[in-house]
């Protein structure tokens, strides 16, 4: 960057000596011509304008601070204005929506499992280890609803969207249905099995359907090990985003109570096992003996839009200090125009 005053002082001198000149050489006060009255007026101008200019770069400096400081925060690259994705190492660990289930819904709830499964595609896109993401059986009514609502899921990346079933695409050892169901307690995630979740919002009218359809394949089937880790005050039959989110976290954090806490949302009640006296009654009583994992959806909304948009926000922020900063330089701007 050039020096700021270097230019139009430098020439502002030269005007100056130029005019004594003319003075000395008629031995009294000239007028000054035009060009002369120009460029006094601009020498002028700058030195009015000179705390301007270093209020600006006071000011670009601290935009530059707050873009490096904001980086820093969040583990993101910045290359000129842009922002990457955190550096993510994959998980070979394959989780699968199964939307065989699409007949048993109702409109209301294909829209919901819809939302749920956009939430799993941006955590997947956003952590740490993503997933290898299958989503089978795609079609029917939550198809022509993704089509309907919202057609950018056709560019959706790292996703393997298809409408054959998880059996015909995924090798019948590796997969393990995961069901609250299931007598088997996950303890551990082995990265070279296929999880499946069941893509389904029932309010648990078809309780255990799960379940039986991995008995039905002669699957191997697990529940997660939330008994072990948290006092739930409603029933342990979570929905599809939060089994999703709870394994990416696990993949994460490798702490099954870490996962469950990040991931489930207060309303289910959930405490760490030991801290139950602390509950609150009220809200024990209203949710008790409720399955919560889709008729909250509008809690499990806020808490998946508060996730998914933690880092939006930030850049939200960024980008009104962004802003806040343009507007005073274009004002600055102005000024020195006017
Ligand atoms: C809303 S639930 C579906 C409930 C349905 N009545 C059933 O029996 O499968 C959506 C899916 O999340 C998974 N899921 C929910 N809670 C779970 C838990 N505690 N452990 C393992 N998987 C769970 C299952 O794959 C389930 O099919």
């Not at 850049?315 to 274009?330: F, I, T, V, Y």
Request: net charge neutral; proline share 2%.
């Amino acid at each position: 960057m050039c020096d700021p005053d270097s230019g139009p002082a430098a020439i502002s001198d030269n005007v100056l000596k130029e005019e004594t000149n003319e003075k000395k050489a008629d031995g009294e006060t000239e007028t000054l011509s035009k060009r002369q009255r120009k460029r006094l007026l601009r020498h002028q101008q700058w030195e009015e304008q000179r705390d301007l200019r270093k209020q600006k770069r006071k000011e670009r400096k601290q935009k530059r601070r707050l873009e490096r400081q904001a980086q820093a925060e969040d583990g993101a690259e910045w290359i000129g204005k842009k922002r990457f994705r955190r550096e993510a190492e994959p998980s070979s660990l394959k989780l699968v929506v199964d939307c065989s289930f699409d007949n048993l819904m109702v409109l209301k709830d294909v829209k919901k499992l819809h939302k749920q499964i956009q939430r799993c595609y941006a955590e997947n896109r956003r952590a740490a280890h993503p997933v290898q993401f299958y989503l089978t059986s795609h079609g029917g009514q939550l198809k022509q609803n993704m089509d309907e609502i919202n057609k950018g899921w056709v560019n959706w990346k790292d996703v393997h969207i298809t409408a054959e079933h998880f059996h015909e695409v995924l090798k019948k050892e590796e997969l393990v249905y995961l069901t609250s169901d299931s007598p088997n307690v996950l303890q551990e995630l082995d990265e070279a099995k296929a999880y499946v979740i069941g893509g389904l919002v029932d309010h648990n009218h078809h309780k255990g359907i799960s379940f039986e359809r991995a008995k039905e394949l002669g699957i191997a089937h697990a529940q997660l090990p939330l008994g072990s880790f948290v006092k739930m005050n409603s029933r342990k039959v979570l929905a599809v985003n939060h089994v999703f989110e709870i394994i990416l976290a696990y993949l994460e954090k490798r702490d099954w109570q870490e996962a469950f806490f990040t991931v489930l949302p207060q309303r289910k009640g959930a405490t760490p096992v030991g801290q139950e006296g602390k509950l609150d009654q009220s809200e024990e009583e209203d949710e008790n003996g409720e399955q919560d994992s889709d008729g909250d959806l509008e809690s499990n909304e806020k808490v998946l839009e508060k996730r998914c948009d933690a880092q939006e926000q930030t850049d939200a922020k960024r980008r009104e200090q962004a802003a806040r900063l343009d507007k005073s330089e274009d004002a600055s701007k102005e000024q020195t125009v006017a």
